[in-house]
């Protein structure tokens, strides 16, 4: 038997596709994407992606001119309305909010659970449950229980198949009169799956109940319309498709019409009106200035300045049909290279409901992620069998994506060769 694997056809539609990518150009914006890197393939960009070339001349003159410059002028030219600035331009890019509602401000896990403090605080007192997924992110699932835990309340869990995700179905069943508030990703960390949110968030508000959706795996991939579906609220990182920066600040979003009533349990002086005053007792500034605890990281913030102009100018919609189209490669290589070893695809085979990853399944990846990350190619391992490809638009190749799938291959070949000695 030969292990050799004739994947010219790919090789070619690979090709094919670069040259008709019309986003093609901002790939070598990028640090890393050089011909001759040490990193052969990068398939964890939804994990943490990769810098924007531009960042290191961002930083050296921010601190020289901005920061060193200014001094602490800079707040008031700048900084404080950086977190709202910022927001402001992320919502209309990538969230389909109107501005006044964003903030780029704490940690994803810091902001979830101000947002569902505050939304259950806004919950009339029959209403004792927090709805969550199982499959939801870990962080999530331990916020919810600790607030829970906090506010005596109890968590209804939705049984979500970590193949798909959560169905309408399943929120609607869990959904009740009872219910405060859902907390559930729009993209689904480990699947990819893309959840209804519209029409989950139309349940939740039939019930009476607020929703706090989680946007980590969808910001800068998957168009958001937070305004459309009247999402109650929302948070998402900024690391992984916006290319933050290893904890960068994360974003929170408060729906216009709750912001009066929004009160977040961390009430430090930049939430409070009129901050400088430094008066005594809190009282919430208006909008969502009150969502802010408090010294906005500034510093952190420094690479999605340069990010947002690159979404800016792509376009959600095209960077959407890129994403698109290259899990559906990823797709296809899979079936032809890896599907005859035993390989399975555990995300949805239907782009419509695909995020912007695919995580494939076999018993042997647990061990093959060193070998593969030494050889520079780097996907991410999900336990206890599963391996998540990134596949970031701006960033990403058709061939990058290939070159990834053939060296799993090639990785497994040997490993399935040395087993049947
Ligand atoms: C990455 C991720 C987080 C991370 O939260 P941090 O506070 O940045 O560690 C939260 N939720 C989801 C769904 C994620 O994918």
Known sequence: MSHSHDSGGLAERARELDGGDPLAQYRSLFVGTEDGNEVLSYLDGNSLG????????????????????????????????????????????????AAGQTAIADSTTVNLYKLIRAAVGMAGAERTEIVVDTDNFPTDRYIVEGIAAERSLSVRWIDADPA?????????????????????????????????????????????????????????????????????????????????GPGAPAFAYVASRHQEAFRQPIEGWMGRREAFEMAHGYEPAEGIRRFM?????????????????????????????????????????????????GVSLASPADAAVRGGHVILEHPAFRGLTQVL?????????????????????????????????????????????????
């Open 373 to 421: 990350w030494d050889g520079g190619v780097i996907p991410d391992f999900r336990a206890p069998q599963g391996l998540r490809l990134g596949l970031s638009p701006l960033s990403t190749s058709f061939a990058e994506t290939l070159r990834g799938i053939e060296a799993i291959r090639s990785a497994l070949v040997s490993t399935q060769t040395l087993a049947a000695r």
């Open 50 to 97: 990769r810098p924007l070339r531009r960042t290191a001349e961002d930083v050296r003159r921010f601190a020289e001119e901005e920061w060193g410059g200014r001094l602490i002028r800079g707040w008031d030219e700048k900084w404080l309305a950086e977190p709202f600035v910022l927001g402001d331009r992320l919502a209309e890019a990538c969230l389909g909010a």
């Open 164 to 244: 798909t995700g959560v169905t309408t179905a399943q929120a609607a069943d869990a959904i009740t009169e009872r219910t405060a508030v859902v907390v559930l990703s729009h993209v689904a960390y480990r699947s990819g799956y893309i959840a209804d949110a519209p029409a989950i968030t139309a349940l939740a508000h039939e019930a009476g109940a607020l929703i706090v959706w989680d946007l980590c795996h969808s910001v800068g991939a998957v168009p958001v319309e937070l305004d459309a579906w009247g999402a109650d609220f929302a948070a998402g990182c900024t690391y992984k498709y916006l290319n933050g």
């Open 293 to 341: 605890s408090g010294t906005p990281p500034i510093f952190g913030m420094l690479p999605l300045r340069g990010m947002l102009e690159l979404i800016e100018e792509a376009g959600i919609g095209a960077i959407r049909a890129k994403s698109v189209a290259l899990t559906e490669f990823a797709v296809e290589a899979h079936r032809e290279l890896l599907e005859p070893l």
